[in-house]
């Protein structure tokens, strides 16, 4: 009766919080859906109008700049923000914002110098792929400075200006992909160079909020980046080891089983995008308001907002996941011809069983990212990832895609548990 009472309580929360967040959701499942869609549709075009190695190449450049921003720089400055501001009177958000603005364009454009650097070598030495590794370190400090742009907004609960970058964003990449084709610059550095243009624009942005900003002051400034820097490495650890174990698997499969399979992964994980984009919207639009909830630092709070945000996620994934092992081959059967993929109702179950499991750590971990307590779910992730390592060679050569899914099942269960255990012992302490 009182675990019914607590599920009874944990879900009359969750619904009053996605009520309250309503008009913030739906603005960020919109600043969502244009970036991914937008990322869809240059894809698909890239896929036809350039050769199979150019188009290869830029898959590769786009993975690389994809690891360093979103598993690097986002985890450094991007996912310890709300628990740093919160720290800090909002008279003094100012001098932050810009304080973060000139330091992660910084820290972006120093790894896009080195990769310039690099691909003026690659040009000396006679191949023709440096003009692609230059694209790329152009477009790295751009994507940055419209990543932070966005965070910003989402700190700051002014949505409509994260839509209006990212609807920017999409214009930007309809009229440079266009002119690439007019112009006939289909090349590898030509499609990294749109994206790069594209990001520029949606970061323009900032320049009509200027009045926002204020020049920091150095104790602030020092002390604001010593808290993000001293948990962002866990951030960063943390978003590693997320990627290896979903879309890392992907080349991992491609050498244990075979390409075939590393495409057969491809298409599951793009099944089940909606969802994780659902995911990572929760996830932007909630952490600020976590953030200054939990500011007193309640043990009580933490925890309800730990078991109301996994009930509202887990409950989403697992309506998702059903739906998708209902309708899921059908659907590809519409949209896929001339090509078979390793995918049966059973990968579609222990995918949407992974994904479940996924959302239900993210839930408990969000007071957790909002409290600044990084430590606590890197060891989470940790768990999950040796389950993983030892899972994996053995269920691949076994059940081949079906036992690549179920290694990411038995990684997301051990994720899960860890972090309920974590946070039984500290509730008892």
Not at 244 to 261: N, T
Not at 284 to 312: F, Y
Request: aromatic share 6%.
């Amino acid at each position: 009766m009182a675990a019914q009472t607590r599920v009874a309580v944990a879900a009359g929360g969750a619904l009053r919080g996605l009520r309250r967040a309503g008009g913030n959701v739906a603005l960020g499942l919109i600043d969502q859906a244009l970036l991914s869609g937008s990322a869809f549709v240059l894809t698909i075009v890239l896929a036809n109008v350039l050769d199979i190695k150019s188009f290869g190449q830029f898959s590769v450049a786009w993975s690389v700049s994809i690891l360093i921003e979103a598993v690097f720089l986002r985890g450094l400055f991007d996912d310890g923000l709300p628990a740093t501001a919160h720290r800090i009177p909002k008279s003094r958000w100012p001098q932050l914002r810009l304080g973060l603005y000139l330091s992660s364009l910084a820290v972006a454009a120093g790894f896009g110098l080195l990769l310039a650097i690099a691909g003026l070598v690659i040009i000396a030495a006679g191949d023709n792929t440096g003009g692609l590794v230059i694209a790329t370190g152009l477009a790295i400090p751009a994507v940055r400075l419209q990543s932070m742009f966005r965070r910003i907004c989402y700190l700051d609960g002014r949505l409509p200006r994260a839509v209006a970058s990212s609807l920017t964003y999409c214009v930007a990449l309809v009229a440079s992909a266009g002119l690439m084709i007019v112009l006939k610059l289909t090349g590898a550095a030509a499609a990294m160079a749109c994206i790069a243009i594209s990001a520029a624009a949606a970061a323009s942005l900032l320049l009509a909020h200027t009045g926002e900003l204020a020049r920091p002051r150095a104790r602030i400034f020092r002390g604001s980046l010593r808290r993000l820097f001293r948990n962002g490495r866990w951030f960063v650890a943390t978003s590693l080891t997320y990627w290896v174990g979903s879309i890392g698997l992907i080349p991992v499969c491609g050498v244990l089983i075979g390409l075939d399979a590393s495409a057969s992964l491809r298409i599951l994980l793009l099944l089940f995008a909606p969802l994780s984009q659902f995911c990572a919207t929760m996830f932007s639009v909630r952490l600020p308001e976590i953030a200054a909830g939990l500011r007193a630092g309640r043990r009580g709070a933490v925890t309800a907002a730990a078991r109301e945000n996994a009930l509202l996620l887990g409950s989403v994934a697992a309506a998702y996941g059903a739906v998708v092992v209902l309708f899921g081959q059908r659907i590809l059967a519409l949209v896929i011809h001339g090509q078979t993929y390793e995918i049966g109702t059973g990968s579609l179950a222990l995918m949407g069983a992974a994904m479940a499991l996924d959302a239900v750590w993210l839930g408990l971990a969000l007071p957790l990212f909002a409290t600044g307590k990084p430590q606590r779910f890197m060891l989470s992730r940790i768990a999950g990832l040796v389950a993983l390592c030892c899972v994996l060679p053995f269920a691949a050569q076994a059940w081949q895609v079906m036992g690549a899914v179920a290694a990411m099942v038995a990684s997301s269960a051990a994720s899960v548990i860890t972090v309920v255990l974590t946070n039984r012992a500290r509730g008892q302490a």
